[in-house]
């Protein structure tokens, strides 16, 4: 069983902070994903990386893929209360099922 | 994107009832489902792998007997939590992966949250 640990568990900070959500595994994946889920609904697709060394920005999200393909991060810059959710990674082994992070909860007060 | 819709969005029922949750994906074939347990402030657990036409694959300590999956058709999956109990209360969701897309990416659906009295 592939397993991916993802840390912080929990993230409190101000907004204008900036904040790195880190993914690590031992097991090489094909691809990995990064999904934010708000209370009471499905978690949403932020970005997929596919490539060892890949980043990829959304606005002021930076995600990076590691060389090997076995860890990635998530950076926020200047955090704001919209960006307060769950944060989940997942990674796509090249046979196999979807393996999860434990999540990071991240919480940007006003 | 893909669209994934799961009804009900909520459910309260009495103990010892069955509650069926729909999964449906809108605008896209899916051959395969995942359903997923989801305790507060946690990841997401995998139930069951839902495939079109066979039977689910279940994940270790899952009931196959309690959770009943059936997947009839390219678009709908289902859940059944048969004679539901206080602990069966959770937020479930499920996810599809679009037919040939090798990357992996899962669209969810919004998720149900059952209680159990």
């Known amino acids: 069983t592939q397993l991916l640990e993802q840390s912080p568990q929990f993230l409190s900070i101000q907004e204008g902070e900036n904040l790195t959500v880190y993914c690590n595994s031992s097991s090489v994946f094909s691809s990995l994903q990064w999904y934010r889920q708000e209370p009471g609904e499905g978690p949403v697709l932020l970005v997929t990386?596919?490539?060892?060394?890949e980043v990829k920005k959304l606005k002021r999200l930076t995600f990076q893929f590691g060389d090997a393909r076995k860890d990635s991060s998530l950076h926020i810059t200047a955090a704001q209360p919209g960006d307060t959710g769950l944060y989940l990674c997942a990674g796509a082994p090249y046979y196999g099922k979807l393996t999860f992070g434990q999540g990071t909860i991240l919480t940007v007060h006003p | 994107g893909a669209v994934v819709s799961q009804h009900p969005s909520w459910v309260i029922c009495k103990s010892g009832t069955s509650v069926k949750i729909e999964c449906r994906s809108l605008?896209?074939?899916?051959?395969?489902m995942f359903w997923y347990r989801q305790f507060p402030k946690q990841s997401l657990m995998l139930m069951a792998t839902s495939n079109e036409g066979s039977k689910a694959t279940y994940e270790q300590g899952v009931e196959k007997d309690k959770f009943l999956i059936n997947h009839a058709s390219l678009t709908l999956s289902t859940l059944t939590v048969t004679s539901a109990h206080p602990e069966d209360s959770s937020f479930y969701i499920c996810?599809?992966?679009?037919?040939?897309?090798?990357?992996?990416?899962?669209?969810f659906g919004e998720g149900s949250r059952l209680t159990v009295l």
């Open positions: 990386v596919v490539t060892g060394g």
């Open positions: 605008d896209f074939q899916a051959t395969t």
């Open positions: 996810s599809a992966r679009a037919s040939g897309r090798a990357t992996g990416e899962l669209f």
